[in-house]
Each structure stands twice: as C-alpha cells, then as structure tokens.
C-alpha cells in the first residue's frame, strides 16, 4: 500500500515556472515507477512524465518535453515535477501515480494522489 500527497500548485503567470512534489507514505517507494498525470475541464486524462524505479530512465509527452523536468529522491520517498515555460494549455490538476511497471499508461498505475490544482494564466 502507498499513500501519495501532491503539493506545489497553484496560479502562475504564462512563462513562469512551477515545481509539484509528491510524497509517498511506505517503505517500498523505490521499487515502485512513478507517473505524473494531468486532467483538464472536459478533456480525458493525459499522461505528463514517468520515471523508472531507480530514476535512470524517464518518459515526457511531447507537449512538455523540454520544459518539464521529472526526477525523484528515494531518500526522501519524493518525486518531482519541475515545470518551466508554462502555458495557459498546461493548466490542469495534477496527479502523481505510483505503480510495479513502468509505463506511459495510467492503466499500470495503481496508486494515487488527490491532486493539484495548476492554473497558467495568459
């Protein structure tokens, strides 16, 4: 069983830059890959970035690449999302999901977060 809390939401100007943690309750964090996901009013869920286990390899959908950055710290049973250049498009809530495979599929992602609210203003 894993717990997620996000955190680091919240109103930012076009362009500015925002970084979302989430913290994971339990001893097993650093076997679990790592997913950050994203809903907009009326608009299915997307998947934004993943990280493996160890951290060595990560995935980005193609709208973020470049200006979201995913990374964790076992240590502190934490992953990150760095997220600079901001669009109005990026707004969303924001969930951090825990799973056994690393995947670009939120089917594979079994634990989640509540969210957080990221609104990008123009």
């Known amino acids: 069983q894993v717990q997620l809390v996000e955190s680091g939401g919240g109103l930012v100007q076009a362009g500015g830059s925002l970084r979302l943690s989430c913290a994971a309750s339990g001893r097993t964090f650093s076997s679990y890959a790592m997913g950050w996901f994203r809903q907009a009013p009326g608009k299915e869920r997307e998947t934004v970035a993943a990280i493996t286990a160890s951290g060595g390899i990560t995935y980005y959908t193609d709208s973020v690449r470049g200006r979201f950055t995913i990374s964790r710290d076992n240590a502190k049973n934490t992953v990150y999302l760095q997220m600079n250049s901001l669009k109005p498009e990026d707004t969303a809530v924001y969930y951090c999901?825990?799973?056994?495979?690393?995947?670009?599929?939120?089917?594979?992602?079994?634990?989640w977060g509540q969210g957080t609210q990221v609104t990008v203003s123009s």
């Open positions: 999901a825990a799973g056994t495979r690393y995947s670009d599929s939120a089917h594979h992602y079994r634990y």
